[in-house]
C-alpha cells in the first residue's frame, strides 16, 4: 500500500544512531597514543505501533478520497446551476426581444391608425414608450446573458471565445423520486455522511496508533573499546525507554474531542435528511405543477388575449391601454416561466446534493 511505500510502518522509530569517540594520550608514558571507542545503537517498538501507523495512513487516504469525491460532486452541481442559469438568461433575452417586436408591432399599428385619422397622439406616445421600455429590457437580458455564459465558461472551462450551444433542454423535469427512495440512497451515498465516517476512522485508527505508543521502545546496541596498551573490548547490551513524562496525553485528549464533535455532526446530518428531502421535494412537485399550469394554461390564454385586443383596438373597440396591458401580461407571464424554473432547478439540484448525486441522466 501507499502507507507502506512511505515508511509509515517502519519499526525503527529514529534512524540508528553510531557513537565515535577518541581519546588522546595526555599523561606522562601515554603521550602520542590513542584510544577509541564506537557504538552502534537503534531503538526498536514491540508495542504494535508501526502496523498502527500503516492503518492510520491508509484511513488518511480514505479521507482524501471521500473530500475529492464530495469535490467532484459540487463541481457537478456548481456546472449544472450555470448550466441552467446560463439557459434561463438565453430564454429570458428571447422574451425580451418578442416582446420589442410586440412594442414595434404596436407602434406600427399606432401610425397606421394616426394616418387614416382614427388614432391621437396618446396613442403614438404610449406605444412608443412602451417601444423604448422593452428595447431597454432587451439590453439588460443581453448582459445577464452575457454574464451567465461568463459563468458557465469559467466553471466548464470552455474556451473564451466561440459559440455556446445549449443543446440540453431545461424544461422537461422529471417527477423527484420518492422522500423514502431518496432518503435510503442518502443514508448510504451522501458524501458528506461518507467524509464524516471517514473521519472518525481515521480519529480510530490515530487512537489506536497514539495507545500503541505508549509501549515503551526496547534498544540495542554493539560497540568495541580500545584503549592504550589495553586489550580490546567488545559491548553488547540492550536498553528500554522509560515514558513516564511524555505519554501522549494532551494529543489523546484532542482526539477525544474531535471525535465526540464529528460525531455530533454526523447526527446533525441524519437528522435533516428526512426533514430536508420531505419539504424540499415538496417545493419541487408543486413548482412542477406551477410551470404546467404557466405553460400550458397561462401563457397560450394571454397570447390569444393580446392577439383579440389588437383586433379590438384596430376597430375601434378598445383603447391602447387596453392593448399595452394585455401585452404586459404575457410578458409578466412568460417571465414568472423562468422564475418557476428558476425554482425546480434550485430544488432539484439541492435534492441531487442531499443524496449524493445525479439520480436521472437529464441531469
Do not use: C
Request: charged fraction near 25%.
Amino acid at each position: 500500500t501507499q502507507a507502506g511505500r512511505i515508511g509509515a510502518g517502519i519499526i525503527l522509530p529514529s534512524n540508528p544512531t553510531l557513537q565515535v569517540e577518541a581519546r588522546p594520550g595526555l599523561n606522562d608514558g601515554t603521550e602520542g597514543e590513542l584510544g577509541y571507542s564506537a557504538i552502534l545503537s537503534a531503538l526498536f517498538e514491540v508495542g504494535g505501533a508501526p502496523g498502527a501507523r500503516v492503518r492510520e495512513a491508509e484511513e488518511r487516504s480514505v479521507v482524501a478520497q471521500t473530500e475529492a469525491m464530495l469535490s467532484r460532486l459540487d463541481a457537478k452541481v456548481a456546472v449544472t446551476e450555470a448550466y441552467v442559469a446560463n439557459q434561463l438568461a438565453r430564454d429570458q433575452l428571447d422574451y425580451a426581444t418578442e416582446a420589442r417586436d410586440i412594442a414595434e408591432h404596436m407602434v406600427s399599428v399606432a401610425h397606421e391608425r394616426s394616418n387614416a385619422g382614427a388614432g391621437s397622439d396618446v396613442e403614438l406616445t404610449t406605444a412608443g414608450a412602451e417601444l423604448a421600455e422593452r428595447r431597454a429590457e432587451m439590453h439588460a437580458a443581453a448582459a445577464s446573458e452575457a454574464l451567465a455564459q461568463m459563468s458557465l465558461r469559467l466553471l466548464a472551462d470552455l474556451p473564451v471565445s466561440g459559440t455556446l450551444r445549449l443543446v440540453s433542454a431545461i424544461d422537461d423535469i422529471p417527477p423527484a423520486p420518492a422522500s423514502e427512495v431518496m432518503a435510503e440512497r442518502a443514508r448510504t451515498e451522501r458524501p458528506d455522511l461518507a467524509l464524516v465516517e471517514a473521519r472518525l476512522s481515521r480519529l480510530r485508527a490515530t487512537e489506536t496508533r497514539l495507545s500503541r505508543e505508549l509501549y515503551p521502545k526496547v534498544g540495542a546496541y554493539l560497540g568495541v573499546d580500545a584503549a592504550p596498551s589495553s586489550p580490546w573490548f567488545g559491548q553488547i547490551g540492550v536498553q528500554i525507554e522509560l515514558p513516564f513524562v511524555q505519554r501522549n496525553q494532551q494529543a489523546r485528549a484532542v482526539l477525544a474531542e474531535q471525535r465526540d464533535s464529528e460525531g455530533e455532526v454526523a447526527a446533525v446530518l441524519l437528522k435533516r435528511i428526512d426533514l430536508e428531502l420531505t419539504h424540499r421535494r415538496l417545493a419541487h412537485e408543486e413548482a412542477r405543477a406551477e410551470l404546467a399550469v404557466l405553460v400550458g394554461e397561462g401563457i397560450p390564454v394571454a397570447q390569444r388575449r393580446l392577439q383579440l385586443v389588437e383586433e379590438g383596438w384596430r376597430s375601434g373597440r378598445f383603447d391602447v391601454f387596453r392593448v399595452t396591458k394585455a401585452a404586459e401580461d404575457l410578458v409578466r407571464l412568460k417571465a414568472l416561466r423562468l422564475s418557476v424554473l428558476q425554482r425546480i432547478w434550485r430544488e432539484r439540484l439541492a435534492l441531487e446534493r442531499l443524496v449524493g448525486g445525479f439520480f436521472d441522466a437529464k441531469t
